[in-house]
């Protein structure tokens, strides 16, 4: 190709659509790692959420023991008391567990989605790309030539004549 005023112009061009096709890809692999990000939270939080209920568990229970030890012997039945406290724990927990292993499934199953979406919507970006890359690789030619024309016309013309 040879060199006119307008091949700075068309470099810029093509170099912009170049960047924002790699903006529109980087911008889907953030979107996907930031679900997977979430997913990741929400498993932590359900592991979390175990611990806590264990220690507060622990807790209730050491309280027991102290209420126990400090009472005269057989003044209440606190093997009842902490088997209630271990089925009310048991419960919320297995509620809790229950509602997590849901999202957390709802979550892989969305990722799911957005990742075919994302490989769909990635093709559909590219071939777009590509076609204003095409056109635009066109007109570049076609402004060469004419440039090209004109300069030889120009060659042609005797201006002292």
């Not at 659509?17 to 939270?41: C, G, P, R, Y």
């Not at 209440?76 to 999202?103: P, Y």
């Not at 076609?142 to 004549?161: I, Q, R």
């Amino acid at each position: 190709m040879t060199q006119n005023p307008f091949t700075a112009v068309f470099d810029a061009q093509r170099t912009a659509v170049e960047q924002s096709q790699n903006l529109t890809h980087d911008a889907l692999e953030a979107q996907k790692a930031s679900i997977s990000a979430f997913s990741d939270a929400m498993e932590s939080s359900s592991t979390l959420f175990e611990s806590n209920a264990e220690m507060t568990k622990g807790a209730v229970h050491a309280y027991f023991d102290a209420l126990e030890a400090s009472m005269p012997e057989d003044a209440a039945d606190f093997d009842e008391m902490r088997e209630l406290v271990d089925d009310g724990f048991d419960s919320a927990s297995e509620a809790q567990t229950q509602s997590m292993e849901s999202m957390l499934e709802m979550l892989d199953e969305s990722e799911a989605a957005y990742d075919e979406f994302a490989a769909n919507y990635s093709e559909m970006v590219d071939s777009s790309f590509d076609a204003v890359l095409e056109a635009h690789g066109q007109v570049e030619e076609n402004v060469t030539a004419v440039a090209e024309n004109v300069e030889e016309a120009t060659e042609e013309f005797d201006v002292s004549a």
